[in-house]
């Protein structure tokens, strides 16, 4: 007998509805329910059972993966004045706000965020966590606890991240370290913010093979299409073996690129097996605040860059603070946004638009996504009939699972008929 079965959910590349049945925290069997049948025997046994979520015909995924966000200062936009929208701005109230975050105070905050996020269908996500002499390691030691409250519904990677700098910075270095040593997943760096930006590549590096952690960096933060760190991130990940466990983020300098230049770094970000991150929500937010008219987008069109091979994700980075004064924690929301900046219309296009939120940031998080006999029943309910309908239309998430424990659940609106 199963512990619980979803009937009557719709599953990429099945014609039918499916019945889902779970055993032991994993799919034990899949059963297709054909339309003209309206009484088989799966559903006779689903009909049963006291454990049965019926999907109603709605859309089963994997779920979504943030693969680039920041929960130690989320929820700060009551701490900031914002006024112009830059990227100065922004990195300057933030800095003055973290010199009086505490460990319950980031908490509380990252909850908050986590909480909105596994509502939405986020069952996984990788948070960068600055340490630097600012907050140290209060920030750290919050989303551990975090981390481990709410495991049951999602699981979160941790990033050390050096924000402000590093070369000059010897207690940002050992402070890295220190996160390393007491838990951290991998390490992240922000060369552009940096007085020497190869260096500070070259020092992430360092620190990275010395934990054996993987790479993640914000890179090319700027509507220049000059001086991108690419090449140098791509001569390190190569010299050192690193292909596959390195990723970047916002790289908006592409956007601003030619098509040629855009192809040459293409070539290279192939070329290591880097994985590109998009941040619409920060990105477009951010960049071309000094125009006046004709505003840059500033997104890169990711699409672009799957086509040629490139692992692509798309995240929501920051949720309501001084670089992004919105957000919800909703990947469908952020994929619709993606979408439209990047004006993509075919379904092929929106469908690779899911993966990015999907099965491609699964594979950054090293996370097995596929919903087949076997896996792990970590299953999201979304109200569309498709991928496809789901980034098009913003689907709510109605109900989640991991390891087929139901984690969450959205009741569908209803509409009152006289």
């Known amino acids: 007998m199963t512990d619980l079965t979803i009937k009557n959910a719709q599953l990429m590349g099945y014609q039918y509805p499916v019945d889902i049945h779970i055993k032991d925290g994993h799919i034990?069997?899949?059963?297709?329910?054909?339309?003209?049948i309206t009484d088989n025997e799966s559903d006779k046994k689903s009909k049963t059972s006291k454990n049965v979520y019926d999907a109603k015909g709605n859309f089963v995924c994997s779920g979504f993966f943030e693969s680039h966000i920041h929960l130690d200062k989320a929820c700060i936009l009551d701490r900031c004045s914002v006024q112009e929208g830059t990227l100065q701005e922004a990195v300057e109230e933030?800095?003055?706000?973290?010199?009086?975050?505490?460990?319950?105070?980031?908490?509380e905050r990252a909850a908050k965020v986590i909480e909105m996020a596994i509502k939405k269908g986020t069952v996984g996500l990788r948070t960068f966590v600055e340490t630097d002499e600012k907050t140290?390691?209060?920030?750290?030691?919050?989303?551990?606890k975090a981390q481990d409250k709410y495991a049951f519904a999602i699981d979160i990677?941790?990033?050390?991240f050096?924000?402000?700098?590093?070369?000059?910075?010897?207690k940002t270095h050992e402070l890295l370290q220190q996160a390393l040593e007491q838990g951290a997943d991998l390490i992240g760096g922000c060369p552009y913010k940096d007085e020497n930006p190869d260096q500070h590549i070259e020092m992430i590096f360092d620190i990275a093979e010395q934990f054996d952690v993987d790479?993640?960096?914000?890179?090319?933060?700027d509507l220049d299409p000059q001086g991108s760190s690419i090449p140098k991130v791509v001569e390190e990940t190569i010299k050192r073996g690193y292909q596959g466990r390195v990723s970047i983020g916002h790289v908006t300098k592409l956007s601003a690129m030619d098509k040629m230049k855009r192809g040459e770094m293409a070539g290279l970000l192939k070329q290591a097996g880097i994985t590109?991150?998009?941040?619409?929500?920060?990105?477009?937010?951010?960049n071309g605040s000094n125009y006046e008219s004709l505003i840059p987008r500033g997104t890169v069109n990711a699409n672009q860059f799957a086509e040629l091979g490139i692992n692509t994700a798309i995240s929501s980075n920051n949720i309501l603070n001084a670089f992004t004064p919105y957000g919800d924690a909703s990947l469908v929301r952020m994929?619709?946004?993606y979408a439209n900046i990047a004006q993509l219309s075919t379904d092929d296009e929106l469908t690779d638009t899911f993966d990015m939120i999907t099965k491609n940031a699964a594979k950054l998080l090293a996370v097995k996504s596929d919903i087949i006999v076997g896996a792990p029943a970590t299953l999201v309910v979304l109200e569309a009939k498709s991928a496809v309908e789901a980034i098009r239309t913003n689907a709510q998430a109605l109900a989640g699972f991991k390891n087929g424990k139901q984690t969450f659940n959205n009741q569908a609106a209803e509409i009152y008929f006289e």
Not at 136 to 144: G, M, P, Q, T, V
Not at 162 to 169: I, M, N, P, W
Not at 279 to 285: C, F, R, V
């Open 28 to 36: 034990a069997n899949i059963d297709v329910v054909e339309d003209d």
């Open 94 to 107: 933030t800095g003055k706000a973290k010199e009086n975050f505490t460990e319950t105070d980031v908490f």
């Open 136 to 144: 140290e390691l209060r920030s750290f030691e919050a989303i551990k």
């Open 157 to 160: 990677e941790i990033c050390a």
């Open 162 to 170: 050096a924000q402000s700098g590093l070369t000059t910075k010897p």
């Open 215 to 221: 790479v993640d960096f914000h890179l090319d933060f």
């Open 276 to 286: 590109l991150i998009v941040l619409p929500a920060t990105d477009i937010y951010i």
């Open 335 to 337: 994929a619709n946004m």
